[in-house]
T-cell receptor
Framework: GNSVTQMEGPVTLSEEAFLTINCTYT??????LFWYVQYPGEGLQLLLK?????DKGSNKGFEATYRKETTSFHLEKGSVQVSDSAVYFC????????????FGAGTRLFVKA | EAQVTQNPRYLITVTGKKLTVTCSQN?????MSWYRQDPGLGLRQIYY???????DKGDVPEGYKVSRKEKRNFPLILESPSPNQTSLYFC??????????????FGSGTRLTVV
């Protein structure tokens, strides 16, 4: 079946550091890939998405590229801020069978001033 | 404002006492889904609905029921709650389930404790 694996946290960075959160997936067909962010006490918010191979999703300085050859969708940001502290979820939405969305376990990011 | 509204935000109940968590969306989305979030397990899908009167089981449906009588509402029913259903619950919606590339809009969550 489909699955999503993302790096375990927590990840602790200083402000203005470079961020990478790794995400790999297994899937049949042609899934769409997403990153969601969850701030404390809130629901998840869609951060960015990519719907086909080599697509790059971007939003608020975050980027991720859909790499079919390595089945990866790593999240990157060039310079993190304290306000980026949150939990980040990689997700896959199937192109078949009910269009289910599967989430990774989440990676908690702490950014220190 | 486009949103998914869940109620209540917090609920403490006793084992066996039936409860309903409501979910409503104002975006005319066809697809709605319930997830539970547990530490170390991420989000797991309970039930989903691709349209009115069309519902199906997700990965962890045991102990839960849903209904979709109207497009905007998708309540989650626990007929006889047990302590292992203590969790953080999220309702989510998206445009047509016939097309994969849409992300979800999530509600703010319901933290349920069953004692």
């Amino acid at each position: 079946g489909n699955s999503v694996t993302q790096m375990e946290g927590p990840v602790t960075l200083s402000e203005e550091a470079f961020l990478t959160i790794n995400c790999t997936y297994t899937a049949t067909g042609y899934p769409s890939l997403f990153w969601y962010v969850q701030y404390p006490g809130e629901g998840l918010q869609l951060l960015l998405k990519a719907t086909k191979a080599d697509d790059k999703g971007s939003n608020k300085g975050f980027e991720a590229t859909y790499r079919k050859e390595t089945t990866s969708f790593h999240l990157e940001k060039g310079s993190v801020q304290v306000s980026d502290s949150a939990v980040y979820f990689c997700a896959l939405r199937s192109s078949t069978g009910g269009f289910k969305t599967i989430f990774g376990a989440g990676t908690r990011l702490f950014v220190k001033a | 404002e486009a949103q998914v509204t869940q109620n209540p935000r917090y609920l403490i109940t006793v084992t066996g006492k039936k409860l309903t968590v409501t979910c409503s969306q104002n975006m005319n989305h066809e697809y709605m889904s319930w997830y539970r979030q547990d530490p170390g397990l991420g989000l797991r899908q309970i039930y989903y609905s691709m349209n009115v009167e069309v519902t199906d089981k997700g990965d962890v449906p045991e102990g839960y029921k849903v209904s979709r009588k109207e497009k905007r509402n998708f309540p989650l029913i626990l007929e006889s709650p047990s302590p292992n259903q203590t969790s953080l619950y999220f309702c989510a919606s998206s445009p047509s389930g016939q097309s994969a590339p849409f992300g979800y809009t999530f509600g703010s969550g319901t933290r349920l404790t069953v004692v």
